[in-house]
């Protein structure tokens, strides 16, 4: 009888975490690995539907996110390889990477930074404050690319 029950359980479990499967490859397996400088962990990417979906998800439990996009016609693209510095009030480097897609979503400690963000030579600058418990969304956009250019990533929208 001990057999029996053993393949009911394992036939409910495998039941159950095939329904939860869609759920759980949306917030995990569809994200790139934590990378860690000093005091930041961040991850980057959001190439393809998949990925872009689970970084969207899982966005709001970082307290920094980042997007990275240029305008295009008929939609804006998304960006890859933009280089990304983040310093503290003082100057102190705590992030240089460069994002292997559209998104850099960061946990920072609490404090004020300015962060810099250079696409094709192109340098951009915000200053962003993260308070404890809140989730901040700031958005780098270049300007269209000469139309004889290739394709950057995806679209954006």
């Known amino acids: 009888?001990?057999?029996?029950?053993t393949k009911l359980f394992a036939s409910i479990l495998v039941?159950?975490?095939?329904?939860?499967?869609?759920?759980?490859?949306?917030d995990m397996s569809s994200l790139p690995p934590v990378q860690v400088q000093g005091a930041v962990s961040y991850i980057t990417g959001g190439v393809g539907e998949d990925e872009a979906a689970a970084f969207k998800h899982?966005?709001?439990?970082?307290p920094l996110e980042m997007l990275f996009v240029q305008k295009a016609r008929p939609r804006d693209e998304f960006l890859a390889d933009v280089s990304v510095s983040v310093r503290d009030r003082s100057g102190n480097s705590l992030l240089e990477t460069t994002a292997d897609g559209p998104f850099l979503l960061a946990k920072l400690?609490?404090?004020?930074?300015?962060?810099?963000?250079q696409y094709l030579g192109e340098r951009k600058h915000?200053?962003?404050?993260v308070r404890p418990g809140t989730?901040?969304?700031?958005?780098?956009?270049?300007?269209?690319?000469d139309e004889t250019e290739a394709p950057v990533l995806s679209s954006a929208n």
């Not at 400690?109 to 963000?117: D, H, L, V």
């Not at 915000?126 to 404050?129: A, F, N, Y």
């Not at 989730?135 to 690319?145: D, E, L, Q, S, T």
């Open 109 to 117: 400690p609490a404090g004020k930074y300015q962060i810099e963000a």
């Open 15 to 26: 039941t159950g975490l095939g329904a939860a499967g869609p759920a759980l490859s949306t």
């Open 58 to 62: 899982v966005a709001a439990t970082y």
């Open 126 to 129: 915000q200053t962003v404050e």
């Open 1 to 5: 009888m001990k057999p029996k029950l």
């Open 135 to 145: 989730h901040r969304r700031i958005v780098f956009v270049w300007a269209p690319r």
